[in-house]
C-alpha cells in the first residue's frame, strides 16, 4: 500500500510539473500587415557597352580605348565634369568571325532622369550600346521606405488584435515584430540594343515613379478576457 501510495503520489507531482510547464508557454496570435508607398525616380543608372574588333588584341584594344574615351567626353560635356562614370567591365576576346573583340562597359549615374533620352543618343552617335536596361532609384528612398514600414507595420497589429478580439482574448504585449522587403517589379529593359549611329529623334524615356512594398509579421502575446462577477 505505501508503494502504491507512493506512485500515486509521485504521478501527481510529475503532472503538476507538467501543467506549469505548458502555463509557460504563451498564447499567441500572428498577423501579416503589407504596404506599398510610391516615391518619384530622381536618378537613374545607365550601363553602356562599347565594342571594338580588329585582327589582333592590341588593335582591337585600342580602337575600343579611342571610342571609350570619345563617348565619356560626350557625356562628360554633357552631364558635367564631374559626372560620376565609371567602368564595370573589360573584356579581350578572340571571335571566330572578327578576329578579336574587345568590350568595356561602363556605368552612368544621370541624377536628372529627363537627361537619360540625351544621354543615351550622345553615347550612341559614338557607338555605344545599352545593356541591362535602365536603373531608376530615388534619393528619398529611406524616408519611403520608412513610411512604408510604419503602415505595414500597423496593418498588422490592427489584424492581430482583431483576430484576438474574436477569440475572446486580449493582447497582453508584442512578443516580436520582423520585416520583409519585397522587390520592385524590375524596369522592362532597353538592351541589350544596339543605337544606330544616324539622326533619329530623340529616345523616348519616362521613369515614372518607383514602388517600394514592404510586409511586417508581428507576433502578439495573448490571454483571457477578464470575466467580472461576484466571487462566494
Do not use: W
Request: with cysteine; net charge positive; proline share 6%.
Amino acid at each position: 500500500m505505501r508503494t502504491l501510495l507512493t506512485l500515486i503520489s509521485a504521478f501527481g507531482v510529475l503532472a503538476a510539473a507538467q501543467e506549469r510547464g505548458l502555463q509557460t508557454l504563451p498564447a499567441v496570435v500572428r498577423a501579416t500587415g503589407e504596404a506599398v508607398v510610391s516615391v518619384r525616380a530622381d536618378q537613374t543608372a545607365l550601363r553602356l557597352s562599347v565594342v571594338s574588333t580588329g585582327r589582333s588584341t592590341e588593335r582591337a584594344g585600342a580602337k575600343n580605348a579611342e571610342k571609350t574615351t570619345d563617348v565619356i567626353t560626350r557625356l562628360r560635356e554633357l552631364l558635367g565634369q564631374d559626372a560620376n562614370i565609371r567602368t564595370v567591365d573589360y573584356s579581350s576576346n578572340k571571335s571566330k568571325v572578327d578576329g578579336y573583340v574587345a568590350v568595356n562597359t561602363i556605368e552612368v549615374h544621370v541624377p536628372d532622369p529627363a537627361m537619360a533620352t540625351k544621354a543615351i543618343d550622345a553615347a550612341s552617335k559614338y557607338g555605344a550600346t545599352v545593356i541591362g536596361g535602365m536603373q531608376p532609384s530615388a534619393l528619398n528612398e529611406q524616408n519611403a521606405r520608412a513610411e512604408a514600414l510604419k503602415q505595414a507595420t500597423v496593418r498588422a497589429r490592427a489584424d492581430a488584435e482583431a483576430m484576438a478580439a474574436a477569440l475572446g482574448m486580449r493582447v497582453v504585449r508584442v512578443l516580436s515584430a520582423e520585416t520583409a522587403a519585397v522587390p520592385a517589379p524590375a524596369q522592362p529593359p532597353l538592351g541589350p540594343m544596339e543605337l544606330a549611329k544616324r539622326v533619329a529623334p530623340p529616345t523616348p524615356i519616362e521613369a515614372g515613379s518607383e514602388d517600394l512594398r514592404v510586409h511586417v509579421s508581428v507576433t502578439l502575446e495573448v490571454a483571457p478576457q477578464a470575466t467580472s462577477g461576484v466571487r462566494c
